[in-house]
């Protein structure tokens, strides 16, 4: 099957007509579709496709957004409590970034911060705030830093393979930690720093089976799953009693 997309991809670069082949990019996932189930241990998708002529490949994966609240603590007459917090929205709630060698470096700024190539550049707002921005940057940075320590940033752009002077291929990693959603995974075309083409395919992430239900039902009535919740734990700790009285 991966084959058949291979050489699918590099038919239609040879068949495009010669004015639309001068910056072609062609792009594909190996599964437009990953379903998180019991027992699921991450995945690795392959995304492969061909480029007409010349040119480095950046392909930037960027997941569901989502808000976030970093807090920062302090030591308070010997305790320790949080005394600021930033709350910051439209924040990617996974990236990850692939390259051919050096394609990131040559980009010129104006194309990394377009397309939100280095972790620096992601769009990242925040809600009304007394703080000032110099001192909002070290939530900005402590959130990138736990994001990457939860494996849902990457700290270094992966490696793009070249097959050949037309192909390529990349592995994108997912850990079990993933969020559901849609994501988009952007390829780009980048010639003398310049993006002159791009492709942007979507990848959706759902949860499937027993956990997915206990997940919606969850999401759309909290009170009666807390209810819910809290009979199953007094249920359980009675049985648990009667079982011991009985062993006793």
């Given amino acids: 099957m991966l084959m058949y997309r291979f050489l699918l991809a590099l038919t239609l670069m040879l068949f495009l007509p010669l004015s639309a082949r001068a910056e072609s990019l062609v792009a594909d996932l190996s599964e437009h579709m990953v379903a998180i189930t019991t027992g699921f241990t991450g995945t690795e998708l ?18 569901p957004t989502e808000e976030v609240v970093v807090r920062k603590k302090d030591r308070v007459a010997g305790i320790w409590m949080n005394t600021q917090a930033v709350t910051f929205e439209h924040v990617p709630s996974f990236y990850q970034i692939a390259e051919t060698e050096g394609a ?7 194309m990394k ?15 009304e705030t007394p703080l000032e921005d110099y001192q909002i940057r070290p939530f900005r940075e402590a959130l990138i830093r736990n994001k990457q320590r939860m494996e ?4 270094e752009p992966g490696l793009i393979e070249r097959r050949g002077k037309n192909l390529f291929r990349t592995e994108v990693f ?16 980048v010639k003398d ?3 002159v083409s791009a492709q942007t395919t979507p990848l959706f992430i759902n949860k499937l089976g027993l956990g997915a239900r206990i997940f919606r039902f969850a999401n759309v009535y909290p009170a009666s799953y807390g209810i819910a919740a809290i009979l199953i734990a007094v249920l359980a700790g009675l049985f648990a009693n009667w079982i011991f009285r009985k062993l006793s």
Wanted: aromatic share 8%.
């Fill in 193 to 195: 720093g310049e993006v």
């Fill in 46 to 63: 392959l995304l492969f496709g061909a480029v007409d002529g010349d040119g480095d490949i950046v392909v930037v994966t960027h997941g």
């Fill in 174 to 189: 997912f850990p079990t930690n993933i969020p559901t959603g849609t994501y988009i995974i952007e390829t780009l075309l």
């Fill in 113 to 127: 911060r377009r397309h939100k190539v280095g972790v620096r550049h992601l769009r990242m707002d925040y809600q």
């Fill in 152 to 155: 849902l940033y990457s700290e």
């Fill in 104 to 110: 990131v470096n040559a980009m010129a700024l104006s």
